[in-house]
């Protein structure tokens, strides 16, 4: 028994990849903590024979994601930038990756302080314009990766012609849709060759797990994840996969009242008289707002605003939060504020994070599934704190 391939997303969420314990009839797949599995004879098993290589509960995470992004294959990992090395761990000396300028500071660390090491190239540029995309190619580039909506400046790069630039450069496309996730937009059925989540984010929902996994149609890619997962290991715990299975079941109902919140908070937001600027790619104000309608299904839970003022101001304005919880991450049940120059970002130059408008009065949100008015008094209450 399991949910057929062309259920809506809403049906997905809750089976895809899941069908009844066949051993004991268990609807919600078991946590099989095991580290390894019987042979009847050597090399003779049921399918599994040490964790690391597979494991029940993390295979049924594995195609609930895969479903969820449309894709036939999905490889899960212990966090979002241990998704992204093992895919790079698929790369040798020399090659070359053009990456969105606007990535998470962690993605950003792991081009610039780790794969360098290793003659891995990164080029950061902004990918609004295509054009400059197809200039970037090198003989040596072996992939496009992007984010969009990006992390923090929530700019939209258009999916479908990067993908036609990838295509015709014979280039793979990365697109990390952890801050859309499949349910307001579906990488794989614009063009891209994989996506990356970190599912510590809006898949799980809780922020009680650190996970990460990858989504592919293509067959030579996946073969080459599956052997880096089980060579390299950042695979995660059957625990942790149940927790995301379990979090999946809800991300469509979450991410309905996220958007919902979201987009009313940045439309006050931007009547605000302390407020310089809001990136939220619903406003009609937002440079990505045409391309965001004709991806997205939503424009998502994330608005990041730059405050009037400096480092006190935001400074005052996070600490006088009661809902908001001041803390890194994102996508959980609960709404989070954080400051991405000290916080989430602090890893990026600061040349290069004020190039991006990643100043001192800018404050990111993560827009919970809390009451609405209580989100926004809150955030009266930080702005009255700045004020003061
Ligand atoms: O934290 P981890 O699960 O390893 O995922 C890394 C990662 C990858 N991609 C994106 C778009 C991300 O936002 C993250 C993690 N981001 C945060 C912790 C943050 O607060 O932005």
Known sequence: MSAPTN??????????????????????????????????????????????????????????????????????YGSGCGAALSILLTFKAGDHVLVGDDVYGGTFRLFDKVMKQFGIEA??????????????????????????????MLKIFDIAKIAEVARTAKLELLVDNTFATPMLQRPLDLGATMVMHSSTKYLNGHS?????????????????????????????????????????????????????SASKLAAWLESHAQV?????????????????????????????????????????FLKALRIFVCAESLGGVESLAEHPAIMTHASIPAEQRRALGIGDGLIRLSVGIEGFDDLKADLESGFLAAKA
């Not at 509960?57 to 294959?73: F, M, N, P, Q, V």
């Not at 400059?132 to 190619?137: E, F, L, P, Q, T």
């Not at 067959?219 to 999946?248: H, I, M, N, T």
């Open 208 to 260: 009680d797990v650190v996970s990460g996994a990858v989504a592919t149609n293509d067959e030579g890619l996946a073969e080459k994840l599956r052997f880096v997962q089980k060579a390299a290991g950042a695979v995660p715990s059957p625990f942790d996969c149940y927790l995301v299975l379990r979090g999946l079941k809800t991300l469509s109902v979450r991410m309905e009242r996220h958007v919902a």
């Open 123 to 152: 080029t950061f540029l902004d990918m609004t314009d295509v054009a400059r995309v197809k200039a970037a190619i090198r003989p040596t580039t072996r992939m496009i990766w992007l984010e969009t909506p990006t992390n923090p």
């Open 276 to 316: 310089e600027k809001v990136y939220y790619p619903g406003l009609k104000s937002h440079a990505g707002f045409e391309i965001a309608e004709k991806q997205m299904k939503g424009p998502g839970g994330m608005i990041s605003f730059a405050l009037k003022g400096g480092l006190t101001e935001s400074a005052n």
């Open 7 to 76: 259920a809506s997303l809403d049906t997905l969420c809750i089976h895809a990849g899941q069908h009844p314990d066949p051993f004991s009839g268990a609807v919600m797949p078991p946590i099989v903590l095991s580290s390894t599995f019987v042979q009847e004879a050597p090399g003779v098993h049921k399918g599994w024979d040490y964790s690391r290589a597979g494991n029940p509960t993390r295979d049924s995470l594995e195609a609930c994601i895969a479903g969820l992004e449309g894709a036939k294959h999905g490889v899960a």
